[in-house]
C-alpha cells in the first residue's frame, strides 16, 4: 500500500505498452493509484502541464509532482516506494548495469522496430522493421537465456526491472497473434521468451492490469482502418 | 586510495565520438584513472567485438574484466560503482534523479536527430525543416530546464544532463561554421548560449575535449559524403 499522503495518479492510455509497463510495476509494488484514461486526440490540460516536452503518456504524478517516460518512472517508483514490495532493480552496480542495458536494448531495438513493422508508412518501412525485429527477438531470447540462468524470470526466482520492461509487450502479444496470425515470440524460434510470456501473464499482479487483449485487437483494426481512409483520403 | 589499487578500469572508444568524451568526463568527474583504448572503427578489435557483441560500439567501459556498454548504462554505473568518491553525477533526491534521467533520455531521442539533419542535409525546404524541428526543441530546453542561479543543470558541479546535452557545447559551433548560419544564439537561447561556455570551461571538462581541427576536417568531410550521396 503507498504510504499514509502518498498520491499516486497514473495518466495513460489503455493500450500503450509503455502505459502498461508502468501499472505493472505499480502492481508488482502493491500501490494503488488513481488510473486516468486521456484521450490522446483530445490531451487533458493536466497532462500538457505535467509534460509540456513530449506531451506524452505515462505520466506519473505522485504527490502533485509528475514522472515522465515509462522507464524512468518505473526507476523512480522502484527507488521512492523501497521499502514496499520487490525490489525491481537489483542492488549490485555490475548487475544493475545488465538490466538497464537490456531495458534501454528492449525499446531502442525491439519496440522500436515492432513498432514500425506495425505502423510503417510504406511497405519498404513494414518489411524493413519486420526482419529487425526478428534480429532483436532473437537477441532477447539469448538475453532471457543469460539473465535468468535457468530460472523462471529475467529477475530469476522473482520478477525484475527487465520483466516488467518486456511485459510492457505481453498483451500486445496475444493481441498480435490474433490479428496477424504470427506470434512476436514464438515457440519456434524464441521457445524460451514464449515459455516467459505465458508464465509472466499468469501472475496475479499482471492479470490485475493487463487490458483485454480482445479490446486490443478492436482497437488494433480501429487505428488500421483510420489510417487507411487518411491514405486514401490523399 | 585503496579502492583504486584493487581495481582496473578500461576505455574502448574513438577520438571522434561525443559518446566516449560522455563517458571520459564521467571518470573525470569521479577522478578515476583508466587506460583508454583507441579503436578503429573500420577494423574493430576483437577485444572490442567480444565486450560489446550486441551492438559492437564504442563507448565501452571494462571494469575488473567485467564489459559495460551504452553511454548512458555506463555514465549511470560509474555514478554506482565510485558513489562515495568525487562528485555527484546523478542528484540525490529521487523526484530530481527522475528529471535527470528524462533530459537525459531527451537529448539522444529528439534533440540529435534533427540537429544531425540539418548538418547533413543541402540547403533547402528539407534542411530548414530539421532545423524548425531543432529550434523547437531547443525551445523547449531553454524553458524547461531551469538554471536558476546554477552553473550547471547539475547544480553547482557538471551533473548527467550536463553530460547528456555536454558534446553538443562544442558541435553545435563547429556545425555552425561549416553551414555558414546559426542555430544557438545569445538572442534566442539565453540559458543554453550561456551554460555552452561554462561546460567547456568547467574543471572536468576542459582538459577532457577532442582536438578540434581535426574534428572540424572530420564533420566537413562528413557533410561533403552526405550532399554528395544524397
Redesign the interface.
Same mark, same amino acid.
Given at each position: 500500500m503507498a504510504g499514509g499522503g502518498d498520491e499516486l495518479k497514473l495518466l495513460g492510455a489503455f493500450a500503450s505498452p509503455f502505459v502498461i509497463r508502468v501499472k505493472l510495476a505499480l502492481s508488482f509494488k502493491g500501490l494503488s493509484f488513481e488510473d486516468v484514461e486521456e484521450d490522446l486526440g483530445n490531451k487533458s490540460e493536466l497532462l500538457l502541464a505535467s509534460n509540456p516536452a513530449q506531451k506524452k503518456v505515462p505520466v506519473l504524478i505522485h504527490n502533485g509532482k509528475p514522472v515522465c517516460d515509462s522507464q524512468v518512472i518505473v526507476q523512480y517508483i522502484d527507488e521512492v516506494f523501497s521499502g514496499t514490495g520487490p525490489s525491481l532493480l537489483p542492488a549490485d552496480p555490475s548487475e544493475r548495469v545488465a538490466a538497464r542495458f537490456w531495458a534501454a536494448y528492449i525499446d531502442d531495438k525491439l519496440l522500436a522496430s515492432w513498432l514500425q513493422a506495425a505502423r510503417g508508412k510504406t511497405d519498404e518501412e513494414k518489411t524493413e522493421g519486420m526482419k529487425q525485429t526478428l534480429l532483436a527477438v532473437e537477441t532477447m531470447e539469448a538475453a532471457f537465456k543469460t539473465c535468468s540462468k535457468g530460472k523462471p524470470f529475467f529477475g530469476g526466482d522473482s520478477v525484475g526491472y527487465l520483466d516488467v520492461t518486456l511485459g510492457a509487450l505481453v498483451a500486445w502479444v496475444h493481441a498480435g497473434a490474433a490479428l496477424y496470425g504470427m506470434r512476436l515470440f514464438d515457440d519456434a524460434k524464441s521457445p524460451l521468451l514464449a515459455a516467459w510470456v505465458e508464465r509472466f501473464g499468469a501472475l496475479d499482479a499482471v492479470k490485475a492490469v493487463l487490458p483485454d487483449v480482445n479490446r486490443l485487437v478492436e482497437f488494433a483494426k480501429m487505428k488500421q482502418a483510420q489510417a487507411a481512409a487518411a491514405a486514401t483520403a490523399q | 586510495m585503496d579502492h583504486q589499487q584493487e581495481e582496473k578500469v578500461q576505455l574502448f572508444g574513438m577520438w571522434a565520438s561525443p559518446y566516449v568524451y560522455k563517458v571520459k568526463w564521467a571518470l573525470s568527474i569521479k577522478g578515476m584513472e583508466y587506460e583508454y583504448v583507441e579503436e578503429d572503427l573500420g577494423n574493430k578489435s576483437g577485444q572490442l567485438l567480444e565486450h560489446n557483441p550486441?551492438h559492437k560500439k564504442v563507448p565501452v567501459l571494462v571494469?575488473n574484466g %567485467?564489459p559495460? #556498454?551504452?553511454s548512458?548504462?555506463i555514465v549511470?554505473?560509474i555514478d554506482?560503482?565510485w558513489k562515495g568518491q568525487g562528485g555527484r553525477i546523478l542528484p540525490e533526491d529521487?523526484?530530481e %534523479? #527522475?528529471?535527470a %534521467?528524462?533530459w537525459a %533520455?531527451?537529448v539522444p531521442d529528439?534533440l540529435s536527430p534533427p540537429i544531425w539533419k540539418w548538418f547533413t542535409t543541402a540547403g533547402g525546404e528539407e534542411q530548414e525543416a530539421a532545423r524548425e524541428a531543432a529550434v523547437e526543441h531547443l525551445r523547449?530546453l531553454e #524553458?524547461?530546464l531551469n538554471l536558476g542561479r546554477n552553473e550547471f543543470f547539475g547544480g553547482d558541479s557538471v551533473g548527467l544532463v550536463d553530460l547528456s546535452l555536454g558534446a553538443l557545447a562544442y558541435v553545435i559551433p563547429m556545425y555552425e561554421e561549416i553551414i555558414g548560419a546559426r542555430l544557438i544564439t545569445e538572442e534566442m537561447f539565453p540559458s543554453l548560449y550561456a551554460w555552452m561556455g561554462r561546460f567547456l570551461a568547467a574543471p572536468p571538462v576542459k582538459d577532457h575535449l577532442p582536438p578540434m581541427e581535426e574534428l572540424k576536417l572530420r564533420f566537413r568531410a562528413i557533410r561533403e559524403y552526405f550532399l554528395k550521396n544524397a
Open positions: - | 550486441v571494469y %567485467r559495460v #556498454a551504452e548512458d548504462v549511470q554505473f554506482d560503482v529521487p523526484h %534523479r #527522475a528529471m %534521467r528524462f %533520455r531527451f529528439k523547449v #524553458a524547461e
